[in-house]
């Protein structure tokens, strides 16, 4: 049973289209995250709700949205997608504040033509 | 600036050696830190972490050294097999802070037969 499951794997559109990557948890956590993986496999943190409040929000242009309906779901909606933003996004969630590990998917590779 | 560091992109041990992984960071801080594995066209898996009460922590196969002072931590891994190749990531955090993962750039671990 996956834990923490992201769809689509994969994504690819075209420069301008708006799109959606939907995360679900099954771990019972409080918190998610989003990070991106760029061309340098570099993994940083996008943002991250807890009880579904916005918690981290990185200087991330507002062209991306994060919606979290509760606290086992955090979509990511990016508008005017740009070439830029070809990636793999990974969602993570983890439980509570302290030392605790963050679980991730399997991430959703990007690309746009 | 990388706050955390993996300055050896590449290692390469011989089955049932021993594999050492380093990583370095900035912030001071910094009070837990992670070790996560990844697999091609999958998510980093938690391995191991380590709070900075602590200068070890074993589980297994894998222990992680800690030195604060040098801002320096080490996955030690014995005896290492093939299915541990794959990319190692170093990450950490601060307990009573926002709970982001500043990550490492990975280091490709490969194990020869």
């Known amino acids: 049973d996956t834990a923490v499951s992201q769809t689509p794997k994969y994504l690819v559109t075209q420069m301008g289209n708006d799109k959606s990557i939907k995360c679900e948890q099954n771990l019972g956590h409080d918190t998610m995250y989003w990070y991106k993986q760029d061309s340098k496999k570099f993994l940083k943190i996008m943002f991250s709700y807890n009880n579904k409040e916005l918690i981290i929000n990185e200087t991330v242009p507002n062209r991306f949205s994060p919606k979290s309906p509760d606290k086992a779901h955090l979509n990511l909606h990016i508008n005017s997608l740009e070439l830029g933003d070809s990636a793999v996004y990974f969602c993570?969630?983890?439980?509570?504040?302290?030392?605790?590990?963050?679980?991730f998917g399997d991430g959703t590779r990007l690309s746009i033509l | 600036d990388q706050q955390v560091k993996q300055n050896s992109p590449s290692l390469s041990v011989q089955e049932g050696r021993i594999s050492i992984l380093n990583c370095d960071y900035t912030?001071?801080?910094?009070?837990?830190f992670l070790w996560y594995k990844k697999y091609p066209a999958e998510g980093p898996t938690f391995l191991i972490s380590?709070?900075?009460?602590?200068d070890k922590n074993e589980d297994g196969r894998f222990t992680v050294f800690l030195n604060k002072s040098a801002k320096h931590l080490s996955l030690h891994i014995v005896p290492s097999q093939p299915g541990d190749s794959a990319v190692y990531f170093c990450a950490a955090s601060e307990s009573f802070g926002n709970e982001k993962l500043t990550f490492g750039t990975g280091t490709r671990l490969t194990i020869i037969p």
């Open positions: 993570a969630s983890s439980q509570g504040h302290g030392n605790q590990p963050q679980h």
């Open positions: 912030n001071s801080m910094f009070d837990y």
């Open positions: 380590i709070s900075s009460i602590k």
